[in-house]
């Protein structure tokens, strides 16, 4: 701890995944809140305020609602003398409000602790590097010998990477490893498992470090799922695996993942995702840009199938058993809501386990040219709104209520985005994403 007096840096990752908080005496320092506009949750990227957006009470009288925090979760921070925390959002009855996404979580996770299990979750960030230069024209950052698993000032010469893993180091943030991806200037960042909440708490955190470090080095890291026409998309990689009672991998069978061999509750989780599938990419690429980047023969959790060691299946099982037994589900991406993105992927998985869903064939072809069986998600952002808005038990699920604000906001944005061209598009959001 510095001698020099502390502040508090409280966020929340509201409904378009933007961070937003205030800084706080020392003295907020343990179970504390502090109070916002409610309808923050109805306010758009750019500023745009729509007064009618469901559960923000913009017709009510703007009430406040309370972001809540426990002061064990307080964590050291990434900015001098300042420590930060994340929370949940409550409302004037005392309940957290609907569009919550760190409660929906907490409420997916609740629900399978029901049956005995405590999912634990670890994510795979892409982005990519841009620059601005002095006539404003943002620009990919240049590195001229950037390689996929590339490593180095060839691969970064401003070194910017270097400086947000020796922060993360130094803070307590767990990376599992970064390196450079296939197209240039795009990174990968890996934190290590944990539970569900704790690790998504830990990847918000993360990823407003990796922007703002990067931003001192110069560089615009940026999480849009398409940012540069013609390359690889962002995704964000959610590989998912429960303990049971005994603090074994409940997904365990055997000492390697053959997908041929699955258990009960593997095969629930992955029949789960096929039947909501086209649903749940309104929650997990809820972008303009999403459906440039969900393409077939992509790699991007396009198609409705599931495979072993295959990146061109939606859903993976990890080669790994025993204590690695895991399901990778590769659909969402690195601009969704990692709360909201987390707490999908369990209630359809949760869906598919408690509802014995019959689980479709595995994959057989490349993936390139998938099964006649297999299908696709929808063709827009649009379309997958109204897929999800079709699927009431997995709204349900998740939360009416956040469902009902996210369709109306996004139904926004897709007026809003509907004129501009890809680089129009991408600078509209690149600021916050």
Request: aromatic fraction near 8%; glycine fraction near 10%; proline fraction near 6%.
């Amino acid at each position: 701890m510095s001698d020099h007096p502390q502040r508090l840096r409280a966020m929340f990752c509201d409904h378009l995944s933007i961070m937003r908080g205030k800084y706080l005496p020392a003295s907020k320092m343990k179970d504390d809140e502090s109070r916002f506009a409610r309808p923050t949750f109805s306010v758009h990227y750019d500023k745009d305020l729509l007064i009618e957006a469901p559960g923000t009470m913009c017709l009510e009288g703007l009430p406040d609602m309370a972001l809540r925090w426990k002061g064990a979760e307080i964590r050291q921070g990434w900015e001098p003398n300042t420590r930060v925390v994340t929370g949940d959002l409550y409302g004037g009855d005392g309940n957290t409000i609907p569009m919550c996404p760190r409660s929906a979580l907490k409420r997916a996770v609740a629900a399978w602790e029901k049956h005995g299990l405590t999912p634990k979750v670890g994510i795979e960030l892409e982005a990519y590097a841009f620059i601005r230069r002095d006539d404003g024209q943002i620009v990919p950052y240049d590195t001229p010998g950037g390689v996929v698993y590339g490593t180095g000032n060839f691969t970064d010469p401003r070194r910017f990477t270097d400086a947000i893993w020796n922060k993360a180091q130094e803070i307590g943030l767990p990376l599992d490893l970064i390196t450079a991806e296939y197209d240039t200037p795009q990174y990968e960042f890996t934190l290590t498992f944990d539970s569900a909440v704790a690790h998504v708490d830990t990847v918000v955190l993360f990823r407003q470090m990796a922007r703002e470090i990067a931003l001192d080095h110069g560089i615009i890291l940026t999480f849009l799922p398409k940012p540069i026409p013609g390359k690889g998309g962002n995704g964000m990689h959610i590989n998912l695996s429960f303990t049971d009672n005994r603090d074994h991998n409940a997904l365990a069978n055997g000492d390697h993942g053959d997908p041929a061999n699955l258990n009960a509750l593997a095969k629930g989780c992955i029949a789960g995702w096929m039947q909501h599938h086209k649903a749940m990419a309104g929650l997990i690429a809820p972008n303009a840009q999403s459906y440039n980047r969900l393409q077939p023969a992509s790699l991007s959790g396009y198609w409705c199938n599931w495979g072993g060691d295959n990146r061109n299946v939606t859903v993976r099982v990890s080669a790994e058993g025993g204590k690695k037994a895991r399901l990778e589900h590769r659909m969402a991406d690195a601009a969704a809501n990692p709360y909201t993105a987390v707490a999908t992927v369990l209630q359809a998985a949760l869906l598919g386990y408690e509802g014995k869903y019959k689980l479709p064939p595995m994959e057989t072809g490349n993936g390139f040219a998938t099964n006649d069986a297999a299908h696709g998600t929808a063709a827009s952002l649009a379309e997958a709104l109204d897929d999800l808005q079709s699927d009431t038990a997995l709204s349900n699920a998740l939360g009416a209520g956040l469902v009902e604000n996210h369709l109306y906001m996004k139904r926004t944005e897709v007026e809003k985005t509907a004129a501009l061209d890809p680089d129009a598009l991408r600078d509209w959001y690149i600021w916050y994403l």
